[in-house]
């Protein structure tokens, strides 16, 4: 779930289902592919099982040129390579049990300095918080004393981080009931969400540079997620999402995919589709839009199928910068959909 990816399971007992539910935002939307039970087994299945792998070895990718997701010598500011906590989220979310080597191998390797700015704090309480340790109370490797890395996060300040930045703190600061806000804390809930409307652009996209006029589906679809995640029920913060989700569906291809735009070019991916499918997925309302109904006329595929045709036989993701980040979002979006349809979200963890 991050602006870095542009840059760069379950088993079939617990497979997705579907409903049927009119569209919110169009109307006539013509019919659309969805991924059938069977569809999903064959690519879910594979994708869920290179990311187990994953982890086991503690590699961005299987094969080719890979490096350690967990390192500090190689990631001396943060510990572990970018990505990793969407990647550990996903696992958490489709029933991966962390054990107590990988953990410990976390806790060795995890950079926390006075210094740490706001996102790499939020990537550490996410990934605390899904391998099953307490993020009000780390310990690092060697240490009896804990870190309360929510309020270390909470007097922190996002002033100068980007919009994708500021979203992902708003997401982790929501994961659990217990994450209160505490005194000397340099942002709330409603100010963090506050800004994100602000940074809105008059297409009612965001983008993570704040540019006018570009078409930002990874930007936009972290802040929806964050916004949505947040449950700040202001009229200005409703009225933002709405619009924000109306421009999600309105730059959707008709693959069903969602990509990244450059120059006014679009180039539909795994990771853009991924994020759209977390953001849609995150508010109730929207999860029919992933895999039952179409946003509009012109799409002839839902974002979960199109999501899926980028799975190899592998397991792995076609074109991504590194498997870490294509396997890992992809595997989150599954998971995130799969909570949605039981009403949860996946990034709910207390």
Known sequence: MKLTSKLLMISASTLLGFGSIAPAFTANAASVKTASRAYQNSKIKANYRYAKNLMIKNKTGLSGQSSSIFSK????????????????????GNGYKFNTKEKTLLRKNLVIKKTTPA???ANAVMAVQAMGLNARDYKPYGHKKGINLVTKLYRTSVSKQT???????????????KFKQPKGAKFSKASLSARLVKAQLNNHGWTYNNQQGVRDADTTSMVLTGLARGKVNTTNVKDSLLKGQKFLTGIVQPSGAF????????????????????????????KKYVNNTAMKTSQTRTPLYAMLTYVNKSGSI??????????GQVNLAVAAYKAALKNRSVYTIN
């Open 73 to 92: 010598k190689l990631n001396p500011d943060t510990g572990a390579t970018a990505g990793y906590s969407d990647f550990l989220l996903g696992l958490k």
């Open 119 to 121: 996102a790499t704090m």
């Open 163 to 177: 919009t994708s930045a500021q979203a992902q703190v708003l997401i982790a600061i929501s994961m659990s009931s």
């Open 259 to 286: 990509g990244y735009t450059f120059n006014g070019k679009t180039t539909p991916n795994a990771n853009s589709t991924a994020e759209a499918i977390i953001a849609l997925s995150n508010d109730f309302g929207m």
């Open 318 to 327: 076609k074109n991504a910068a590194t498997q870490l980040y294509g396997v």
